[in-house]
Structure formats: C-alpha cells, structure tokens
C-alpha cells in the first residue's frame, strides 16, 4: 500500500507540475481539461500495473526501496513498546486516516442529499436543456448536472443577470458535474495528499474559463467583466457544484482577453501527452526477476547430512513461541510488492514482533545489515560450506565479524523490507546453493 502512494503521488506530482508551468496559462481550455481528468485517473491506474523488464535498474525499483525505508521507519515506531500493542505508530496512522476518510464520506454524503432534497422538493421550470431549480436560500446561480439553482425571489423578479444563467447553463453542457465527483470522491481516500488539492482547483477554475468562453461568444467581453466584478463578493455554501464561488476572479479576467494560436498550444498538447507516456514506461517498468526452478533441490523425503562438527540442526524460534511454517522452501507465490510471481527459497515463520531467534549452528557473523527486500537480514557461516539467513529482523543482538554459538540469541522478529506482517525468513545453503530447511532442524 505505501508503494501504491508513493507512485500515486510521484505521478500527481510530476503531471501537476508540467501543468503548472506549460499549459495553466495557455487558452487551450478542452485539452487542459483532459489533461487534469486524465492525470487523476491515471495516478490510480498506473501503480496498480506492473510489467516485468530485464533490466538492473528502474525508477519503479527505486521506489520500491523508498516504499521499503518509509516502511520500516513506521515498523521501528510501531515496535518501540511491545507491551503496548495498540498504542503504535501504525495503529495511530491507520485509525486517522479512517475517521478522516469517515467523515469525508460523510460530508460527501451530506451535500449529495441536501441537492437531491433541493431538487425534489422546489419549484422546477423545465428548459430546453436544463432546469431551473427555485429554492429560497439567498445565493447565486449555481448548477449540478443539468439542473440550475437559483434565488426564488431574485428569478421571479428579474434581478438574475442573464449571463450568469448562461454561464451555468454551460457548465450543464459540459457535465463539469462529473469531473466534481470524481475529484471529490479521490479527496475521500487521498485527502492527505496536498497535489490531489491542487488539482481540485485547477479542474474548478478551468470549468470556469470554459463557461466564461461561452458567455463570451454571445456576449461582449467588458460588459461581462463589469458583471463579474459587481458579484466579486457573492458566496455560495455546497462544495459539489459549480459556481463563481469558486473563480479567482483575475485569473478569469485575464483569461478572457488571451489568444492562443495553434502554432503555440500543439507543442505544448504533444509534450503534454508525451509525460503521461514517460510515466507510464517508467512507473509500470520493474526489473524483471528471474526464477531458476531448476536449482531449487526440494528434498523432502530424505535428510541432509552435512560434514563438520556442527551441522544446522536447531530451529530458528524456540518451540511454543510461534505460529506456523506460513510458507515453505519451494512454494511459487506471487510477491505483494513486485507483483510478478517467485519462488520461495526458504521458509516463513510467523511470530510475534520481538520473539528471540536463535542461531541454528555455532558459527561466524558475516554480516548483520540491512539487506534490500529482506530488510535487517543475519548471515552466518558455520564452515564446511553452508551457511544460515536469517531475514525481516527487527533489529540485531551480534554484528559483522562476532561467534555466536549453537542457540544463542542473534535478533529478534521484525517486519522490515518486503514483509507483510512479522515473521522470520529463515534459508540455509550448502556450498551457495540453498536448499530444504525442513529436512535437518529439529
């Protein structure tokens, strides 16, 4: 989950920041509307695909690692007080971003009823392509689908500049109502991420050049202008509908009296249309992991015998202080982060955040570091050509270049780099070829 919004924001990010500065000032209203719609739907899409590459470096390889630090740094919170359970980093995140989201829902909820109730309980007169909806609360014209609010006593009487009904009436033909749902039900789950926000006011402001332009073809420029200045101060209450609440008044303004010449916006479309591509290649892009079933020696039947005074013998986590064997050497599964399928060349053994493990064999520390995917990961040599791993540890009790001997205590149960929950990835090898765990500990 951390990786998917790592790449969602890496993508929000980089098509907000071309927006910015090559298209937000550039009268190419339509295409910038694709261009804000599309970057939102495609910042959900692209890190949910993966397509494996033969290749040793990828941005989505680098990511992965990123995801994995800021995993690990929550991991490390979560696990300073193991006799608080509840009381944890992780725990403390998860429960704010579901009441926040909650009450998101709620608010969304909330508006869409309040619309509804509008329509069904006001007095509606039927237009060629709209509806204009009478209701007495006192605000301007707003519009939500095909149906315009607007003030009972003000339309009744006249004081409703017409401009202002065709501004909303162009908002109607346009379904300017859609691209607010669809933003606003984002906000819902990604209502953390301050580029989702940007977005939201672009894609408002940008209805608005678009209704402007419209009025503007039936209508001259500075009349419409002195109309926009004399509502400056007007307001609005509901979120979910388009109205000049939310025009940035010089923004429109100056919108209003630019040109665009083609020479100059279709540079500027291709180039636009060329990021969404780039970030496509470069976030759905993973190196490819090669699976060479054909040295895996699943030898369940018999018991390997190892030379040498000390062979593995003993297992990692004591008896009574874990789970299960949750996954076994040789099983094919597909990985949670890399989406591409594997093969397991050890075996997992679920236990508690914290649970001692112990060294199978007496033997020398190779290393004790943080090792990529597996995270906090021990090495040992025990001589005689094999040798032990030990991997997702929450932290190290021995380090490089330390004796330890058969049992003794060399970490403890962790969840660092790709790990789902805790557990201990345990390997043994022989002579650099890794083999069957089960078929010598105890």
């Not at 924001?9 to 209203?29: A, E, M, P, S």
């Not at 009487?157 to 300017?176: D, F, M, Q, T």
């Amino acid at each position: 989950m951390i990786t998917f919004f790592i790449k969602s924001t890496v993508c929000l990010v980089v098509l907000y920041g071309f927006y910015h500065f090559f298209l937000r000032n550039q009268k190419i209203i339509l295409f910038n509307r694709f261009y804000l719609i599309s970057s939102l739907i495609l910042s959900v899409i692209i890190p949910l695909i993966v397509i494996p590459v033969k290749s040793n470096y990828t941005i989505n390889t680098t990511l992965e690692r990123i995801a994995v630090s800021t995993e690990q740094f929550v991991n490390s919170e979560t696990t300073t007080e193991i006799n608080s359970p509840l009381l944890n980093l992780q725990n403390i995140l998860t429960v704010l971003f579901i009441l926040v989201s909650f009450l998101m829902i709620m608010r969304f909820a909330l508006n869409i009823f309040r619309i509804l109730r509008k329509i069904i309980r006001s007095k509606k007169i039927q237009k060629l392509n709209t509806t204009i909806v009478l209701i007495r609360e006192r605000t301007l014209p707003y519009s939500f689908f095909k149906y315009i609010f607007v003030n009972q006593s003000d339309f009744e009487s006249g004081k409703i500049e017409p401009e202002l009904l065709w501004h909303e009436e162009a908002h109607c033909e346009r379904y300017h109502s859609i691209d607010i749902l669809i933003i606003e039900m984002l906000n819902i789950f990604f209502w953390f991420n301050p580029a989702l926000w940007l977005f939201r006011k672009e894609i408002l402001l940008n209805h608005e050049y678009y209704a402007d332009s419209r009025v503007l073809s039936i209508r001259d420029t500075n009349d419409y202008q002195q109309i926009l200045l004399n509502i400056l101060l007007r307001n609005n209450s509901s979120y979910l509908v388009s109205n000049f609440k939310y025009s940035l008044i010089k923004n429109r303004l100056i919108m209003m009296t630019k040109s665009n010449p083609q020479h100059n916006a279709n540079p500027r479309k291709f180039f636009g249309i060329a990021v969404f591509l780039l970030l496509g290649v470069a976030l759905t892009f993973s190196r490819e992991q090669v699976l060479k079933t054909d040295s895996i020696h699943v030898e369940s039947d018999r018991v390997i015998f190892l030379p040498g005074n000390e062979k593995p013998e003993l297992f990692p986590i004591k008896k009574g202080e874990y789970s299960e064997v949750s996954r076994t050497f040789g099983e094919k599964y597909t990985n949670t982060y890399r989406k591409a399928q594997t093969v397991h060349y050890g075996i997992d053994v679920k236990a508690k955040m914290g649970t001692d493990v112990i060294a199978t064999a007496g033997g020398k520390v190779l290393k004790a570091i943080w090792d990529g995917g597996f995270g906090n990961t021990i090495v040992i040599d025990h001589g005689d050509g094999y040798q032990s791993r030990y991997a997702h540890l929450k932290d190290f009790t021995v380090k490089n270049g330390d004796s330890v001997t058969k049992g003794q205590t060399i970490g403890h149960v962790g969840s660092t780099g790709f790990s789902t929950g805790p557990h201990l990835h345990f390997e043994i090898s022989l002579k650099g070829e890794r083999v069957n765990p089960m078929t010598f500990l105890k």
